[in-house]
């Protein structure tokens, strides 16, 4: 996967463009929502005229379909650059945790500028290097070389009853203190999961995390329990709108 189906390099696009289409991929990685210019501007954080301006440019670069007041949608073209963009993102954060000490809230914003200035032939010796890695540090898959993605059997722990079991497969990266959070309370990556308590009229829950008897015990509010997904062994609810 070192480019677009055209044999261009993702490098042949400008870092603006590698953005974009990575947003758009990751909007739809996890959950199937249509993907609109403002909620490309929120999680860019940009005004939505320049969104407009830049999906009318994605379009004449073949990397999205779009249309006013329909979904955007990814090409081809656009969903093979943005796998190259998230596989550069992900084995970075990876190498950052793995082998040079940074912890899982730190390496975002790292590998966000990193991505833009390595070569596709550093990203397979860091590959290499890392023996393969299938997920990052926050637990989302990594592309394989040829595009392919398995993302884990999962739901949003908000999305569980009272007593169901599991263990955590994926946190969002997307606010770096709920993470430092989790450290303190030692909670990481396949650490049991239980939901003890579901409050009756919304808010927060109670969730243990561990195995007897080194149960932490947590509340739950709404942004953790929408960031930390669990194991189950339920038919993936995967996203097939790019």
Same mark, same amino acid.
């Given at each position: 996967?070192?480019?677009?189906?055209? *044999?261009?390099?993702?490098?042949?696009?400008?870092?603006?463009?590698?953005?974009?289409?990575?947003?758009?991929?990751?909007?739809?990685?996890?959950?199937?929502?249509?993907?609109?210019?403002?909620?490309?501007?929120?999680? /860019?954080?940009?005004?939505?005229?320049?969104?407009? *301006?830049?999906?009318?440019?994605?379009?004449?670069?073949?990397?999205?379909?779009?249309?006013?007041?329909?979904?955007?949608?990814?090409?081809?073209?656009?969903?093979?650059?943005?796998?190259?963009?998230?596989?550069?993102?992900?084995?970075?954060?990876?190498?950052?945790?793995?082998?040079?000490?940074?912890?899982?809230?730190?390496?975002?914003?790292?590998?966000?500028?990193?991505?833009?200035?390595?070569?596709?032939?550093?990203?397979?010796?860091?590959?290499?290097? /890392?023996?393969?890695?299938?997920?990052?540090?926050?637990?989302?898959?990594?592309?394989?070389?040829?595009?392919?993605?398995?993302?884990?059997?999962?739901?949003?722990?908000?999305?569980?009853?009272?007593?169901?079991?599991?263990?955590?497969?994926?946190?969002?990266?997307?606010?770096?203190?709920? /993470?430092?959070?989790?450290?303190?309370? *030692?909670?990481?990556?396949?650490?049991?999961?239980?939901?003890?308590?579901? +409050?009756?009229?919304?808010?927060?829950?109670?969730?243990?995390?561990?195995?007897?008897? +080194?149960?932490?015990?947590? +509340?739950?509010?709404?942004?953790?329990?929408?960031? /930390?997904?669990?194991?189950?062994?339920?038919?993936?609810?995967?996203? +097939?709108?790019?």
């Amino acid at each position: 996967m070192a480019g677009t189906d055209d *044999g261009q390099s993702a490098d042949a696009h400008s870092a603006s463009v590698q953005d974009y289409v990575k947003v758009i991929y990751g909007l739809t990685e996890w959950r199937c929502a249509p993907v609109t210019p403002v909620r490309i501007a929120k999680r /860019l954080s940009v005004a939505n005229s320049s969104v407009t *301006g830049m999906l009318t440019k994605l379009v004449r670069l073949g990397l999205v379909d779009y249309v006013a007041y329909k979904p955007v949608l990814l090409t081809p073209e656009g969903r093979t650059l943005a796998l190259t963009m998230v596989r550069r993102h992900r084995l970075l954060e990876t190498f950052l945790v793995q082998d040079l000490g940074y912890t899982w809230d730190e390496v975002h914003a790292e590998a966000e500028m990193l991505e833009h200035t390595v070569s596709d032939r550093f990203i397979e010796e860091l590959d290499k290097r /890392l023996h393969r890695p299938r997920r990052d540090p926050h637990g989302d898959p990594i592309p394989s070389h040829d595009g392919t993605i398995v993302l884990p059997q999962a739901h949003p722990l908000s999305e569980l009853d009272d007593g169901h079991p599991g263990h955590l497969v994926r946190v969002s990266d997307e606010n770096p203190a709920l /993470l430092r959070f989790l450290t303190t309370e *030692g909670v990481s990556l396949d650490t049991p999961v239980k939901v003890l308590e579901r +409050n009756q009229f919304g808010g927060s829950m109670r969730v243990g995390f561990g195995e007897s008897p +080194n149960v932490t015990v947590l +509340n739950a509010g709404d942004e953790m329990a929408d960031a /930390l997904w669990i194991h189950s062994t339920d038919t993936h609810i995967g996203c +097939n709108l790019v």
